[in-house]
């Protein structure tokens, strides 16, 4: 049982390049997140999905964009990379809303993205 | 808005010392909490969530409790290893949006 996989786990970018960060899960779940960590911080919601074809923005959207086609994937895009966005990235997926009775979210292991 | 604190941010212990992990936010209008484990370079994995209505979860050496009145969670540890090096992190479900806030940590490493 795979579980959250993500893809790549490490990439360098460049200012201005664009990227897309893989995630798929094979759980079945409805509900999908997209976090940033940066060091030293909690984790930050950017993106979510309540099924596919619906998504929504969390805590901190900006220059990133999200897709849910499948129940199993929810791509994240970045545009334009900037060095803000240089963090590194989980992605989640639960059975129900954010531990909503016993459920609770399941993580990727990350994608370390570092943008110069 | 919901703010959630952990301290210490670091801890340090020898192997076999009973510890407590802090946990405070400020808006008890809380669904749930969850404490959860990360590894370097490896993902979240939770470890207890306690329900709104409960006061404490309990699995295997670990035991969290919850009081929403002040604002806090403990996450507790007996007998500790050196394998529960980790940080440790705690994040509440508020409602609102499908939103968990987390807590910045607490590093612990547990000393041979």
């Known amino acids: 049982n795979a579980g959250v996989t993500q893809t790549p786990k490490f990439r360098i970018l460049k200012i201005g390049q664009s990227m897309t960060l893989q995630c798929t899960q094979d759980?079945?779940?409805?509900?999908m997140y997209w976090y940033r960590q940066d060091p030293g911080m909690g984790l930050k919601l950017i993106y979510y999905?309540?099924?596919?074809?619906?998504?929504d923005k969390g805590e901190v959207p900006n220059g990133y964009n999200v897709s849910r086609s499948t129940t199993e994937d929810f791509p994240l895009r970045l545009e334009l990379a900037a060095p803000s966005q240089t963090s590194v990235y989980f992605c989640?997926?639960?059975?129900?809303?954010?531990?909503?009775?016993?459920?609770?979210?399941?993580f990727g292991d990350g994608t370390r993205l570092s943008i110069l | 808005k919901q703010e959630v604190t952990q301290i210490p941010a670091a801890l340090s212990v020898p192997e076999g010392e009973n510890l407590v992990l802090n946990c405070s936010f400020t808006?008890?209008?809380?669904?749930?909490l969850q404490w959860f484990r990360q590894d370097p370079g490896k993902g979240l994995t939770s470890l207890l969530l306690?329900?709104?209505?409960?006061r404490e979860q309990t699995s295997g050496r670990l035991n969290a409790s919850l009081d929403k009145s002040s604002g806090r969670s403990t996450l507790y540890i007996a007998a500790s290893q050196p394998g529960d090096s980790a940080t440790y992190l705690c994040?509440?479900?508020?409602?609102?949006?499908?939103?968990?806030?987390f807590g910045t940590g607490t590093q612990l490493k547990v000393e041979l």
């Open positions: 994040a509440l479900f508020t409602g609102g949006g499908n939103k968990l806030t």
């Open positions: 759980m079945n779940h409805n509900y």
């Open positions: 989640a997926s639960s059975y129900s809303r954010a531990g909503i009775g016993n459920q609770p979210q399941h």
């Open positions: 306690i329900q709104s209505s409960q």
């Open positions: 808006d008890s209008a809380i669904y749930n």
């Open positions: 999905s309540v099924g596919a074809g619906i998504t």
